[in-house]
Every structure is written in structure tokens, then in C-alpha cells.
């Protein structure tokens, strides 16, 4: 079959290939490399620009962006972390013990909240929690608080927050993992008398990591990328690195600090994906499929 | 923790019966939004953006799916590994590398050829580019999986049969492909209507809802951004469920 027709196989490869050409190097090659490029540019005394290390000194030179930068890392990680133990109970319930009718709606349920727009779920625990917010006014009204609270704009709240909105993108590809689990290696496993928190790490959890993984990575990145959840909802002098990084592109104008803010963060998000693939033995292409 | 979920469903409940100012508060409110410019109008560049990258992003993401499926060429896994790179870069640093690498283009065209390139500039073109360049991912994502379950027999069996190459492509591959391409074009055109974080860096004058909504929530919010809210909400529900009703059950990412 190939070798009948050579000639036309080269050109459709051709048609194909020039626009994904374009797409893979235009967006997302040479912008990189304007990126990291720029990271190293800096403007001297006179008003010239040449090579520099200066962006990147200034990050390590001042406490507050390198404490940012730590900070959410560390609050990334953690987020990840609760998103999953969150998770696989739910998923698990989903795909095991639930009725198979009620299964598909369980599904619909879980899936719609994530086509809502991550703006619009904050906002309605900002509805919720403020001081003339919803459930201020109801404990108000019961007679558990004297005087509202300020219920936003704190750590907890914020951790909550980003826990919410990035739950669905581990649950999904949780469920489908799950799903292919046979029930009888459970049961199995019950039979010979072993105990559910055995069944869980030795069975259930094993057998579903490539969709942990798959799970973690996108919430991680999600959470480490975000700025509307952090910003509205965190505490106004805890800053999140992604708003470091407004803050010297749009309000300072400051290009090269804000590039090299982007790659120090590009850098922090590939690293700890390659460390959590490499320590749990999975293969990238395996893992976002 | 599913009820939580049920919450983000409609949030417009709770605060509905427990405060009555909200509740009267939303009745002329509603009516209002389609008197209010700002928001109408970000709205509208929202759609036009969506169109767009729905558009592109499916027709290059149908091309990559065949050229990862049925081509074979030299570095394919390198390309491939670059295809997906964009699930794993923020997008916030989506947004920033794409600014600068336009604006440095933007630069040179204007220096060495004295060209005015109007569309490198923030604004809707670089809107529209930077949200391509990380959904092409997810439609090339759906419209592989199909493409991978195809029978190339079919194929063989039309040109046997005497068809030529355009007309299986659109009779036969085409066909198959259809609802994975409906779908991707649907998933393409909600995540670019809700996108922020890429967009945040690329808009210029005319601001997509998000950021609109945005700006007014963090400069104090008013009962029309619920009543916006509910109007989004009920909308991408739909397209949701319409598009989960599609057969298209398994959605990446």
C-alpha cells in the first residue's frame, strides 16, 4: 500500500506538517527561548542592554521574592497532596460502591463545576464567606457569632479555595483508572482476610497511579499557575509568585525581572514534575494520555 | 463533598432565600446587564475570540492527530513531546514568553522593514494566538483518540473501490472523525471563553468577560456579575451535557 503510492503520501504529509510546524515553533519554541533570552538581558548604566545575571541576582538578593517563590511551591505541593487524598475516596465511591445508574449522573455532577469559569467559583465563596457574606448572616441569625467575621482573605481559606477549584482535574482522570479495577482483586484481598488499609496500599492504590499522576501534574500545575484564587482569596500580604510576576511585567514594566521570574517558575514546575515522575517510575506520554 | 460540587451548580441558591436584597437586587439586575456596555461588550469579544480559536485550533489539532497517527517522519517524538508540552507550562508563563516573543517580532518588523504589524500588539490577534497555542493540545488530544481506534481497511477498501484521496478523506475518515471533531471544537470554545490566566498578559483595549468580571469583582462586586454568572453558568452547562450526550463521554484533562 505505501509503496504504491509514494509521491501522494509526501505531499498530504506536507499539508499536515507546515501549520503544526508553525503552531509547535511560532507559540511555543520561540517564545520560550525570547524568554529565557530576555531573562538574561539587562540595561547598563548608559541605557544599553547586554548580558546580564542581574535579573536572577535580584530574585536571590531580596527575601520577599524568594520567600514568594517558596511559598508557593511549598503550598502547591501541599494543595496537590489534599487534592488527593480528597480525591480517591470520592473516586472510589464513584466507581465502586455507587449505583451503575447513578454512576453516569455522579459523573455529569462532578464534571459540570469544572466548565465553570474558575472566576465564577471563587466568586461564590466570596459570596459566601465575606463579612456580609452568606453563611456570616446565617450564623449571625442562629446566634452562633455575636459579630461577622471575616471569614476570606487568610491562608486556610485560600488553601480551601484552590482545593475546590482544581479537585475535578484529579478526580476525572482518577475515575478513569478506577473504572478498569476489577472488583474481584477487592474481594480477593477481603477473602483472605487482609484489612482496608492493606487493600488500599497494597491494591487499589498501586493499581491506580498513573492516574494519580496524571491527576497530580495538571493540579499542580494549575495551582501553581493560578492568580484569580490566590489573589482574591488569599491574605493581602501573602503574595502568590504568578502576581510577583503581574506585578513586574504590567505595573513595573520590568520585562527582564518579569522573564525571569516566568522561567524560574517554568523551571520549579518542570523540575518537580520530573522528580515525581522519576521517584514513581511512570513515562510522561504514558501519563497524559 | 459531591454536595459542594451541587453548590458551584448554581450559586445563585443559596443567597437567594437567606438575604432579600440579593433576591431584589438580582430581578432589575438582570434585565441590566444587557444595558450594561462594558460587560455586553466583553462578552462580545469573548464570543469572537472563542469562534476564532475553536476554529483554528480544531483544524490544526485535526491535522496534527493525522500527522502523529499516520505519519511517520524523522524526530516524530521529539514533536510529539513538544505537542504536549503546553499541558505542563503555566499559563500565566504561556502568556508572558508569547508577549515577549511578539512584541521582539513586532520590533524587527517595525525597525528593519518599517512595517506597522498592528496584530502583534496586545489585542484580540494575540488573544486568539495565545489561547491556540495551548488548546490546539487539547483538540489534537481528542481527535487522536478517535483517529486511533480507525480501521485504515476502510481506507484501503474505498481506494479499491476507485475513490480518490480528497474524496476518502472527506467521505470516509472525515466522517468517522466527525463527532471527536464536534467535540473538540466545543471543548475548544469554552476553554477559550473562560480562560484567564494566558489571556491576562495578551489583552489590550478590549477585555474578554473573565478579566472583565475580574476587574469588577476585585474593585467590588455587584449583583450583575451574578446575574452574569448565572447566565454563563446555564450556558456552559449545556454545552456541556449537550456535548457529554454527544457520545463524546471521555474528555481529556
Redesign the interface.
Given at each position: 500500500?505505501k509503496n504504491s503510492k509514494p509521491h501522494?503520501?509526501r505531499w498530504?504529509?506536507i499539508?499536515?506538517?507546515i501549520?503544526?510546524?508553525l503552531?509547535?515553533f511560532l507559540?511555543?519554541?520561540?517564545?520560550?527561548l525570547?524568554?529565557l533570552k530576555?531573562s538574561f538581558t539587562g540595561t547598563d548604566f548608559y541605557g544599553k542592554s547586554g548580558f546580564t545575571l542581574e535579573n536572577y541576582g535580584e530574585f536571590f538578593k531580596e527575601p520577599i521574592y524568594w520567600r514568594t517563590f517558596a511559598r508557593t511551591a511549598l503550598y502547591s505541593i501541599f494543595v496537590t497532596f489534599i487534592v488527593l487524598v480528597?480525591s480517591l475516596p470520592?473516586t472510589f465511591y464513584i466507581t465502586k460502591i455507587a449505583k451503575i445508574k447513578s454512576q453516569g449522573f455522579?459523573t455529569?455532577?462532578?464534571?459540570?463545576?469544572?466548565?465553570?469559569?474558575?472566576?465564577?467559583?471563587?466568586?461564590?465563596w466570596?459570596?459566601?464567606l465575606r463579612e456580609s457574606g452568606?453563611i456570616n448572616?446565617?450564623l449571625l441569625k442562629i446566634g452562633i457569632f455575636k459579630v461577622p467575621h471575616e471569614m476570606l482573605y487568610n491562608d486556610i481559606t485560600m488553601v480551601m479555595g484552590l482545593v475546590?477549584t482544581s479537585m475535578?482535574?484529579m478526580i476525572?482522570?482518577i475515575i478513569?483508572v478506577m473504572e478498569s479495577l476489577d472488583d474481584a482483586l477487592i474481594e480477593a484481598a477481603y477473602d483472605l482476610g487482609a484489612k482496608k488499609t492493606t487493600i488500599w496500599r497494597k491494591i487499589i492504590i498501586p493499581y491506580v497511579t498513573p492516574g494519580i499522576m496524571s491527576g497530580s501534574?495538571?493540579v499542580f500545575?494549575l495551582v501553581?499557575?493560578?492568580?484569580?484564587t490566590p489573589?482574591?482569596m488569599g491574605g493581602k500580604n501573602a503574595l502568590w509568585f504568578?502576581e510577583q510576576?503581574?506585578n513586574s511585567?504590567?505595573i513595573y514594566f520590568n520585562?527582564n525581572q518579569?522573564?525571569a521570574f516566568?522561567f524560574l517558575?517554568?523551571l520549579l514546575?518542570?523540575l518537580i514534575?520530573f522528580v515525581a515522575l522519576k521517584v514513581t517510575r511512570q513515562d510522561?506520554?504514558e501519563v497524559?494520555? | 463533598?459531591?454536595l459542594?460540587?451541587?453548590?458551584?451548580?448554581f450559586?445563585s441558591l443559596?443567597?437567594k432565600g437567606?438575604?432579600l436584597d440579593w433576591f431584589f437586587g438580582r430581578g432589575p439586575d438582570k434585565i441590566g446587564i444587557f444595558h450594561d456596555d462594558s460587560n455586553l461588550r466583553s462578552i462580545f469579544t469573548s464570543i469572537r475570540v472563542a469562534v476564532a480559536v475553536s476554529a483554528l485550533s480544531t483544524?490544526?489539532g485535526t491535522?496534527?492527530a493525522?500527522?502523529f497517527e499516520h505519519?511517520d517522519?524523522k524526530f516524530k517524538q521529539a514533536?510529539?513531546?513538544?505537542?504536549?508540552?503546553?499541558?505542563?507550562?503555566?499559563?500565566?508563563?504561556?502568556g508572558?514568553?508569547?508577549?515577549?516573543?511578539?512584541n521582539?517580532v513586532g520590533l524587527f518588523f517595525e525597525d528593519k522593514l518599517g512595517l506597522d504589524m498592528r496584530f502583534l500588539a496586545p489585542g484580540y490577534w494575540l488573544v486568539v494566538?495565545?489561547q491556540?497555542?495551548f488548546i490546539?493540545t487539547i483538540t489534537t488530544?481528542t481527535i487522536s483518540a478517535r483517529l486511533k481506534k480507525f480501521d485504515r481497511t476502510l481506507e484501503?477498501a474505498a481506494y479499491n473501490l476507485g475513490a480518490n484521496?480528497l474524496e476518502v478523506l472527506r467521505f470516509i475518515t472525515l466522517k468517522y472523525l466527525r463527532p471527536s471533531i464536534v467535540g473538540a471544537a466545543a471543548i475548544a470554545f469554552?476553554m477559550s471563553?473562560?480562560n484567564?490566566?494566558t489571556t491576562?498578559?495578551l489583552v489590550g483595549s478590549d477585555q474578554t468577560l473573565?478579566i472583565n468580571?475580574?476587574l469588577q469583582?476585585?474593585d467590588g462586586?455587584t449583583p450583575v456579575?451574578?446575574a452574569i454568572?448565572f447566565i454563563?453558568?446555564t450556558f456552559?452547562?449545556i454545552?456541556?451535557?449537550a456535548n457529554?450526550y454527544g457520545g463524546n463521554k471521555?474528555?481529556q484533562?
Open positions: 500500500m501522494k503520501i498530504s504529509f499539508i499536515f506538517f501549520p503544526v510546524a503552531w509547535l507559540l511555543i519554541v520561540f517564545p520560550h525570547e524568554l530576555m480528597i470520592v455522579l455529569i455532577l462532578v464534571l459540570i463545576p469544572f466548565w465553570v469559569s474558575e472566576l465564577i467559583r471563587v466568586y461564590g466570596i459570596i459566601l452568606v448572616k446565617f475546590y475535578l482535574f476525572v482522570p478513569g501534574i495538571i500545575m501553581l499557575g493560578s492568580y484569580l489573589k482574591l504568578t510576576i503581574y511585567m504590567i520585562w518579569g522573564a516566568g517558575l517554568l514546575s518542570s514534575i510522561f506520554k497524559v494520555k | 463533598m459531591i459542594a460540587f451541587n453548590n458551584s451548580m450559586p443559596p443567597w437567606f438575604t483544524l490544526v491535522m496534527a493525522f500527522l505519519e517522519f514533536f510529539y513531546f513538544l505537542m504536549l508540552a503546553p499541558l505542563v507550562i503555566p499559563g500565566v508563563i504561556l508572558i514568553s508569547i508577549l515577549l516573543f511578539t521582539a494566538f495565545g491556540f497555542s490546539t488530544m484501503e484521496k469554552l471563553f473562560e484567564f490566566n491576562l498578559f473573565p468580571l475580574y469583582v476585585r462586586s456579575i451574578n454568572a454563563l453558568i456552559t452547562s454545552v456541556a451535557v457529554l471521555k474528555n484533562t
